[in-house]
């Protein structure tokens, strides 16, 4: 069971926007700016989309964007595109001493 | 270019050991705390070991400590994973990540991610 929780899966019209969440404690998510996006391709390394919350890195889309609520992170991805069909993973810091926690994954599925 | 490239990989019955590296160019590594993160085939991403910039302190998820041993040579520009007393479940990709250094500080996200090595545990 991952620290973090996000759902399994989460689906969409190319054009919508989707929300992913991940829910934490206030060790991890709700106590510190320090939660990052990643986006995977089956056979591919993840790649940063978000990082401290909100921010992103350059080159990634504007239609990427992050936000948090108390425990609670969340990623918009909005206009879909075929191409965004990914898993998509958060990770925050913590004050465990294992320094970070992971969500357990999100699969995105483009209809 | 950032460059981060894994090596090391292979099949190992249970028990057994194996030594990754992760060979870093294109950046000045010892500015950057690295990680590892494993994938097991078909599931998420799964922390597993972090070294600060010097070298000097380590951590590990709880499911590797006292079995896994990560270090560096800054000289070389190298990561390694030492690991030991292999079991089924430690079976999967790992990737070393590199920690965002920005300003001379240091950050909480991972802007660069190696290739992956296999390492599959199997009698």
């Known amino acids: 069971q991952s620290a973090l929780t996000q759902p399994a899966s989460v689906s969409g019209s190319p054009g919508q926007s989707i929300t992913i969440s991940c829910t934490g404690t206030?060790?991890?998510?709700?106590?510190?700016?320090?939660v990052s996006w990643y986006q995977q391709y089956p056979g591919k390394a993840p790649k940063l989309i978000i990082f401290?919350?909100?921010n992103r890195p350059s080159g990634i889309s504007n239609r990427f964007s992050g936000s948090r609520s108390g425990n609670t992170a969340s990623l918009t991805i909005s206009g879909l595109q075929a191409e965004d069909e990914a898993d998509y993973y958060c990770?925050?810091?913590?004050?465990?001493?294992?320094?970070?926690?992971f969500g357990g994954g999100t699969k995105l599925t483009v209809l | 270019e950032v460059q981060l490239v894994e090596s090391g990989g292979g099949l190992v019955q249970p028990g057994g050991s194996l030594r990754l590296s992760c060979a870093a160019s294109?950046?000045?590594?010892?500015?950057?705390?690295m990680h590892w993160v494993r994938q097991a085939p078909g599931k998420g991403l799964e922390y597993v070991s972090a070294?600060?910039?010097?070298?000097?302190?380590?951590y590990y998820a709880n499911s590797v400590k006292g079995r896994f041993t990560i270090s560096r040579d800054n000289s070389k520009n190298t990561l390694f994973l030492q690991m030991g007393s292999l079991r089924p479940e430690d079976m999967g990709v790992y990737y070393c990540?590199?920690?965002?250094?920005?300003?001379?500080?240091?950050?909480?996200?991972?802007?660069?991610w190696g290739q992956g090595a296999l390492v599959t545990v199997s009698s």
């Open positions: 294109g950046f000045t590594f010892s500015n950057h705390p």
């Open positions: 070294i600060n910039s010097k070298g000097v302190n380590t």
């Open positions: 206030s060790s991890d998510v709700g106590g510190y700016n320090f």
């Open positions: 990540a590199r920690v965002g250094y920005d300003s001379g500080s240091i950050q909480y996200y991972y802007d660069y």
């Open positions: 990770i925050s810091y913590t004050s465990a001493s294992t320094l970070r926690v």
């Open positions: 401290d919350v909100s």
